[in-house]
């Protein structure tokens, strides 16, 4: 514990959120390939569950920055350490699996018991991070602890998430940045998304060049321009086995594009506006 501490300021993880259903998972892949640990609790989207224990729950946005820390102390302990938690941390931890409520107790009881087990995982490789979409909704508190971590984002077209199946995000977070008002419809979809987004590049502009904002659609549809943004961002080596290793992992979904199916006109004009500004299509 006290080497985390004591090294928090010289971390360098990779870190990848965005709102729930925009790619991030390619991403994740991504980092797999290129022999990057992101955890040993994961499900199939590849989210870190020991993150997702830890800080996706409403009342994260309460926490002072104590408590925040010393969340964050146990989530890196179980990451880059062999140190057993503490019966302290345990008893957090414990706690934690009481105050979820977006998915059933089992679940983070599972979470929990693979969390205090983590001393028993070797972490054999330098090059580490973690996928969790929500990781976007703390990034300003974590860059905090963390100032040498980057930071992947990855956003599709809003129009197209505000028709999404996926809108766990949204309704976990979606009364604390919208309002009571908020309600699960493409309307609300959308202006949950630009309203995150917009929170996010105020984010960003203090992180210079940890920040890489991954529009997935052109990361899809243009890899070889793409590609090479991304690699450049992690600063790894580009060569033809590289590119052509992390392209074969691309596919373009088919639901690209599939607001056209359902027209504009029952959105926020300034949402709108706002889709475009980001350059997207509308």
């Known amino acids: 514990m006290d080497t985390i501490k004591n090294l928090k300021s010289q971390i360098s993880p990779v870190a990848i959120g965005g709102v729930g259903g925009s790619g991030t998972r390619l991403i994740a892949n991504c ?25 996706k729950h409403i009342e ?20 880059l350490t062999k140190e057993q938690l503490t019966e302290q941390q345990k008893h957090t931890v414990d706690q934690l699996i009481h105050e979820q ?5 089992a679940f983070f009881k599972d979470r929990a018991e693979s969390l205090l087990s983590s001393h028993k995982n070797t972490l054999d490789t330098h090059k580490w991070g973690w996928k969790e979409p929500n990781t976007h909704i703390i990034l300003d508190r974590l860059t905090k602890y963390l100032p040498k971590m980057k930071y992947i984002h990855v956003m599709r077209n809003g129009l197209d998430m505000a028709h999404s199946n996926n809108q766990n995000q949204q309704l976990l977070w979606g009364k604390k940045f ?10 609300y979809s959308l ?92």
Not at 60 to 79: E, P, S, T, V
Not at 201 to 210: C, R
């Open 101 to 105: 409520r977006h998915l059933p107790i």
């Open 60 to 79: 994260i946005l309460d926490y002072d920055d104590d408590n925040f820390n010393y969340l964050l102390n146990i989530f890196l302990q179980g990451m």
């Open 31 to 55: 980092l797999e390939e290129l022999n990057y640990y992101i955890g040993s609790d994961l499900n199939k989207a590849k989210d870190n569950l020991w993150f997702t224990l830890l800080f």
């Open 178 to 187: 919208i309002g009571d008002d908020f309600k699960q419809t493409p309307y």
């Open 191 to 282: 202006k949950y998304w630009c309203t995150v987004h917009k929170r996010l590049l105020d984010i960003a502009e203090n992180m210079e060049n940890n920040f890489l904002l991954i529009n997935y659609d052109n990361f899809c549809t243009n890899p070889e321009i793409e590609v090479p943004k991304f690699l450049n961002f992690l600063n790894v080596p580009i060569d033809d086995s590289t590119l052509t290793t992390i392209q074969s992992l691309i596919r373009a979904p088919a639901s690209i594009g599939r607001y056209k199916e359902y027209g504009t006109s029952l959105f926020d004009q300034a949402d709108l506006e706002f889709v475009k500004k980001l350059g997207f299509n509308t």
